[in-house]
């Protein structure tokens, strides 16, 4: 694992050839086509406040997180709030992000939520575990902060996944003032986060030297929000905004270095530049970059769906180009072989993409009102 | 035709008795049950911008006219603009509203739009003719402005509709500020108005007096949004927004007075009370009263659906209440026999509502980005 690579090291190696060419990497400079499969978008809730993450519990009702911090759960087309939402820290881009359900869900009503805690001045992404009691959560315990704080308002990450050995997969921002501390495995911020269900740092990560936190499980990210597995292959990816352009989907491998601000092919919003790499060694590249951005969000891997056509296809929704992204990919996973835009009249942002109990993919616009929809086959 | 009452004879007639009890009128001061009639939302199309009206064109496409001025084509779940759109006065409630196609559209293309014209200064609802070309208007003639100008950009009313002998009925607002100019026919404003495809006073309208403007159909309306024909029985109905309470179902007849400001079930934003009379001798009474008020919009028929369960129902948009308001009505057609709340969970303003030529309940969302919305059957 790549600790920590000094901005002075990166210029010192810029020229030198060790830059290497893009390789096993697509791009998408312009629009790709849309897609030709019929598909039909059905409203299953509306009248949401900036729904963020949305998890299906076993008596066919949908949870559903807003921004805001507040959380409702939606049955027969309508959505009642759920009390005792931690509170959160709803400023910028902080807030209430993911919900994700324990195995043993059914019996306990226990599940997971990932936030903003703290205020602009000092906050970090947190982890915390619930336990859902009708429409109200319970015993609401901090479990994993992200330590020590920072300052600002942007870039929390705050996607989460369950892993099939009941660890906990947690995404983190790099803050965006603090983007060097992507690469030092000391901070927690610009990694993925590999916890028990406990919150402590789950057995069997990755050794990263003295300094390391214990909980980090990859490094190099910058925004990362989209994170999904693939529960034929196992294989977990994770998209990632950029800065301009040079949005990420990369395919995780623990330990592995993403490259953030190192290799980058994005720009500064100022339109400097950021790194002198595009890639570099021991760093991963991304399986896709998305240039200009498109502002990723939620990931989906196509299993099992109503849509035979895209079986093993990664689905990424679209912040700015309001859309659903299908990437086609390769058998190994690790490259994209074609890229479509699905549903492009939506004209909503999308902020999650799921492959619901019912095989139909499930989205939620980041609006207000927001919606929960289902795509199904014309 | 009640041609002008004024405030000092109402007050005078106050407490005479003549203010009638409430007859042969349904009132809902909570809200009514929501229908068990399980339907399905499909987004036909996304991305617009307070869309206000639609059309459905022979080929199988749509115009939207959207509230800022703009008009979009909607085809295959995508929304191009339409160019030559007549300019707006885009401020307040002022926009461009309503589109209607001439019975020779699938030959000329044309069409009839309403909008707001002029500035917040001197302003007036206008019914313009133009033709469409593909995806572009051409020949832009305004047919007919309220006149004179009014001051404020409220209440505009703006709702179109074609009758069986080919002229045009149009609904204006009583501009908020002059709201006894509602009970004056010499006064464009808070009426209906009847006209030729060329903008000339229809044949056969109410003679309401020297002073009365030709034009007139019925009067004493305050803000007019909705305006349906049930092709069956040919009734027509109009709702409109009331004050503090007060939102109307009226059925028109030629000549008619519908009573506002004499007669109202609103109060005054202040709290204030409009009128002592809840009826008015010569008056007709609404046949649906919303209090408090659900703001109501587009109003249609629904008659040859996919739902027969509602056929013959009047349906309206709700703004406020982010909902459609089913209306079963008896076989006269003048009472409400009950009331129901379809898709209470939408949760987004809607702003108009049409029977399709699919036999589809179609919807228009008053947000940005605002949706084209299909109700059919789960």
């Known amino acids: 694992m790549n600790l920590s690579l000094s901005r002075r090291r990166m210029l010192a190696l810029a020229g030198t050839g060790l830059a290497a060419p893009l390789l096993g990497c697509s791009r998408a400079d312009r629009k790709p086509p849309a897609s030709s499969l019929p598909v039909r978008i059905e409203v299953v809730a509306g009248g949401l406040a900036r729904p963020w993450s949305l998890a299906f519990l076993p008596d066919g009702s949908l949870l559903v997180t807003e921004k805001s911090g507040s959380m409702k759960r939606v049955a027969g087309g309508k959505a009642r709030p759920v009390a005792g939402v931690p509170s959160v820290m ?10 994700v359900l324990a195995p043993d869900f059914a019996t306990t009503g226990r599940l997971f939520l990932t936030l ?8 970090g992404t947190r982890l915390v575990a619930a336990r859902l009691d009708g429409d109200r959560l319970r015993d609401v315990t901090p479990l994993w902060t992200a330590t020590p704080a920072k300052r600002g308002a942007v870039h929390f990450g705050g996607r989460l996944l369950l892993l099939p050995d009941g660890t906990l997969l947690l995404t983190t921002g790099d803050g965006f003032d603090f983007r060097e501390e992507a690469q ?5 911020l610009g990694k993925t986060i590999r916890l028990t269900q406990a919150g402590e740092p789950a057995p069997g990560n990755p050794a ?3 300094e390391a936190l214990p909980e980090v499980w990859t490094l190099g990210h910058r925004n990362p929000q989209g994170l999904a597995r693939d529960p034929l ?19 995780l491998s623990a330990g592995e270095n993403y490259g953030w601000p190192v290799a980058t092919r994005g720009m500064d919003y100022s339109g400097a530049t950021i790194s002198p790499f595009r890639s570099y060694p021991g760093m991963i590249d991304p399986v896709h970059v998305w240039t200009p951005s498109i502002a990723p969000s939620g990931l989906a891997v196509c299993r099992g769906t109503l849509f035979p056509e895209w079986e093993g296809d990664l689905f990424s929704g679209a912040l700015v180009d309001r859309e659903l992204r299908r990437l086609r990919l390769s058998a190994d ?11 492009p009249g939506l004209g909503a ?16 616009t980041d609006e207000t009102p927001g919606q929960v929809l289902r795509l199904v086959r014309a």
């Not at 292959?233 to 949005?247: N, V």
């Not at 999650?352 to 989205?363: C, H, I, K, T, Y």
């Open 233 to 251: 292959s196992g294989r977990i990816y994770l998209s990632e905004h950029g800065p301009r352009g040079g949005d990420e989907v990369n395919l």
């Open 208 to 210: 990263a030297g003295p």
């Open 90 to 99: 709803a400023e910028g881009q902080g807030g209430l992000f993911d919900v």
């Open 116 to 123: 903003a805690q703290g205020s602009v001045a000092a906050n």
């Open 333 to 343: 996973g690790a490259r994209v072989l074609g890229e479509e835009r699905v549903a």
């Open 184 to 188: 030092r495995a000391s901070s927690p």
């Open 349 to 364: 942002r999308v902020r999650d993409v799921r492959v619901g109990p019912d095989g139909a993919l499930w989205l939620l």
